[in-house]
């Protein structure tokens, strides 16, 4: 076979094979993060958050119309098919540059199975669209027998343009090229053809023009609506996104260094990612222009990545920081390709356990990458919008909060899969949902005041003549009403909650200081196992999904809120014992919580221990009193026959609340079973006394009993 032939045939291998994985690990709906937004903007030509990303919204409206699954799924094959392009990409990148196709494969996939690219690749993401420009503009610079302006610079131009569209990364990319340029030709050429290559760039810039044509049609997103030139350079200049910058000062500018070195070391195995730097000396004595490039894109990858992820949250909490650096990771890949070139030059193919290394990368990525990145049984975000939907009652205001996830699921379930018209959703900026605030309010300010907006909105709920109830979504600070989200529930007044017949529900809000550095991938593996083990419960395998859940909880035993909410879980849904394991690991973490006590005793309740809940609940009364709580506790005392134990706790109710009939009519009925005469003076009391508020069944049963107690 040809040589030519063979790397065509191998390139297709290549794309089939990645693209292959992609697909046997593809998120099958929606995904969290910016993915329902994406989705939103692409099916119905809208306008996604800045920078608006024009390009993908056009690919994405032509995938949503391939007649395959649900609309979410579709758009996960765009990412996979764009994601595998690119990789194909590099590998014929490598074949141009280095002639060597075992390189060439071991490398590319070692890119496309890292950890940041894979989750990218099989989800709904930019960035594949991105790479894949990107490639394109490598592959065209770099034409070693074809060092014509037609066919490098006049492509590498349009690419360039097309690039910073799909994304501003592609700006990082602007002093490397132009320093490879003046490396490559001739300022006399380059002067040249200075204003050909301006307006091819500017062609592929101008696919910008997609933003103010849709914003004037009103699509379902309109982020910014950038239908004048103030709010179009508004929204190129990404003005919304104020609090970018060093924001927890320089000490920790310096330490996001640190967490590059830990997103490389995690994206690229063997440490290969820190061996690719010795490549630099190659490329300087052998290729000086791809030197400059590779040199100038590292250095402002990383300084600008620094900055620009510099948020006053934990680095490793940022699940955008990785995906940042993958051209960052592309670069260096390309560099460890010459230093093997080198290698194997030198060794005149000898050295086979080099070779042997190189085709190993691949397969450590997979091997090691393949478990966190498989998101074939992901229904996360999914199932979020679907709890929250189903919790909010009907023809009621929802308002959302500044949470993409939250924004972004719910974007997709009411504009794309038209869900729940009966709700009122608003968020902050009304970038989501305009309309409503195009119905209800004046927007007179860019960034208005949450409180403001609330206040509207709930001034607009009191004057219509069938009020609406209005629900929040959780924000630190913000006495919200109502949050429901599948596990997490939270209630401020425990007061308004029926006190024992239900468990009581609550979520601790937590400050990003307090959340450890792997919260979020512990917590989505338990959320994860939770899910199956439900869809278990509903096929009748009990075992088998105790087992799963068990597993996931092992992921989060030491979040004692989870434990709790999960023990509520349990307890809805009947299954008591494993309630009972929940609330006594949330007590064995030192917690002293009230709440887990009363539940606890509710569920010895239930499996016929009265005596075991009579000792729960009075540990739970030790930590807060509470009238309902000793009625309970004399109702027990009194199944266990001891009768004057229930005629104290009937004391200490009343005299926490001695207005209440009911404590009253149960401490004489009690009395009946000690001392017959005392209780009749406890049903004249009962019948007389003026501070009791009584009940007319109450008072009638009163009577009978009085009688009764006579005879």
Known sequence: MKPGILNRFSLAVIFLLIWGIYLKTLCPTLYVGDSGELITAGYGLGIAHPPGYPIYSLLGRIFSLVPLGELALRFNLLSAFFSASAVTGLALFLLLAYSDLCLATALSLTWGLGLAYWEMAISTEVYPVASLLLLLLLITLHQPKRKTLKASLYPAALFMGLGICAHYGFLLFAPGVLAYLVCSYPPARL???????????????????????????????????????????????????DEVGAQRGW???LEQFRYQGWYLRRELPLFSGFVALLGLGVSLRRRRAQFWLSLLVILTMSLVGAFFLNYDLPSRALGFGPKFF?????????????????????TRGRLRLLKLTVLLLPLISLIGHYHGSNLRGHRLAYYLGIDILNTVPARSYLFLEE???????????????????????????????????????????????????????????????????IYYTIKPGLNAPLLSSGLLYYQPNLSRIPALPQPWKYYHNRQWSEVPLN?????????????????????????????????????????????FNLGVMFQERGLYEQARMA??????????????????????????????????????????????????????????????????????????????????????????????????????????DPAIKMEPLLLEQARHFLQESTL
């Open 326 to 346: 993958i051209p960052f990771y592309l670069i260096l890949l390309i560099e460890l390709a010459g230093l093997f070139s080198l290698c194997f030059s030198l």
């Open 191 to 241: 002067k040249s053809a200075f204003f050909l290559i301006l307006i091819l760039g500017l062609l592929g810039f101008a696919t910008f023009g997609y933003l103010p044509l849709r914003a004037s049609s009103q699509p379902s997103i309109n982020w910014g609506n950038p239908v004048n030139l103030r709010n179009l350079l508004n929204h190129l200049q990404r003005t919304e996104y």
């Open 403 to 469: 949470e993409d996830n939250e924004l972004f699921i719910l974007s997709y379930f009411a504009n794309v899969l038209a869900r729940r018209a009966d709700l009122e959703l608003l968020d902050p900026y009304a970038n989501l949902f305009p309309r409503t605030y195009e119905t209800y309010f004046r927007l007179n300010r860019r960034r208005p005041p949450d409180r403001r907006y609330r206040n509207q909105v709930e001034q607009l709920a009191r004057e219509q003549s069938n009020p609406r109830s």
């Open 519 to 563: 919260y979020w991938s512990r917590y989505i593996e338990f959320v994860y196992s939770l899910r199956q083990g439900e869809f278990l419960l509903s096929r009748q395998r009990n075992q088998r999904a105790l087992h799963v859940i068990n597993r996931g909880f092992e992921k989060v035993k030491d979040m004692q809120w989870l434990s």
């Open 251 to 253: 000490v920790n500018f």
């Open 583 to 688: 609330y006594l690991h949330e007590l064995n973490l030192g917690i002293s919580n009230r709440d887990a006590l009363i539940n606890l005793g509710l569920i010895y309740d239930k499996l016929n221990q009265p005596s075991k809940a009579l000792a729960t609940f009075a540990e739970a009364s030790e930590l807060k009193e509470d009238g309902n709580l000793y009625e309970v506790m004399a109702k027990l005392s009194a199944e266990l026959l001891d009768y004057r134990q229930a005629e104290d706790y009937y004391q200490q109710a009343i005299r926490l609340r001695p207005t209440v009939a009911r404590f009253h009519f149960n401490r004489a009925l009690n009395m009946m079973k000690l001392n017959r005469v005392q209780a009749q003076q406890l049903w004249r009391e009962f019948q007389t």
